[in-house]
């Protein structure tokens, strides 16, 4: 509620006056979000509250929360339009399940790969951890980098490639 809230707040005019700038699964997101009051909002600062406080004592304890980085390998990319977006709030929750709570919390998180499936799909961690503890969080990627085989998956563009 707080994050899509805090969307709402920077879209809500521009969504008002051109509505077909944005898809049908966002507008429709949107006009849900909307009709949150301001007792649902406090709430949710409520529970943020509450999640940063259990996360400031387990981070007390330990230095990093190690997680998966998503709850599903990546599914295959729908071949939609340019006007077109997939909406599968099933899915989408699947994948983002681990990330939520940093997001929400504004904690520190890193994500980087680890493995890999039988398809060649990346299999990746999420580090998390104190605020201001991020050259910890990088320093574990990096020596993830060293030591995981990183494999170019089936369809690459090298998008810093330098053109001759």
Not at 11 to 30: A, K
Not at 60 to 79: K, L, Q
Request: proline content about 7%.
């Amino acid at each position: 509620l707080a994050i899509t809230s805090e969307m709402f707040t920077d879209v809500h005019t521009d969504i008002r006056v051109n509505p077909s700038s944005f898809t049908l699964p966002t507008r429709i997101l949107f006009a849900l979000t909307g009709e949150n009051s301001a007792c649902d909002y406090i709430q949710s600062g409520k529970v943020r509250t509450r999640m940063m406080l259990h996360f400031k004592r387990v981070l007390s304890e330990v230095d990093v929360i190690v997680t998966p980085a998503n709850g599903t390998t990546a599914p295959p990319i729908p071949n939609l339009s340019d006007t077109e977006e997939e909406s599968d709030i099933t899915k989408q929750d699947a994948i983002m399940r681990y990330m939520h709570a940093p997001n929400l919390t504004g904690l520190p998180a890193c994500v980087f790969p680890v493995s890999y499936t039988k398809d060649n799909l990346p299999i990746s961690f999420q580090c998390i951890t104190r605020p201001w503890q991020e050259d910890l969080l990088l320093r574990i990627a990096a020596t993830s980098h060293e030591i995981i085989e990183r494999k170019k998956p089936q369809v690459y563009f090298d998008l810093l490639k330098k053109s001759s």
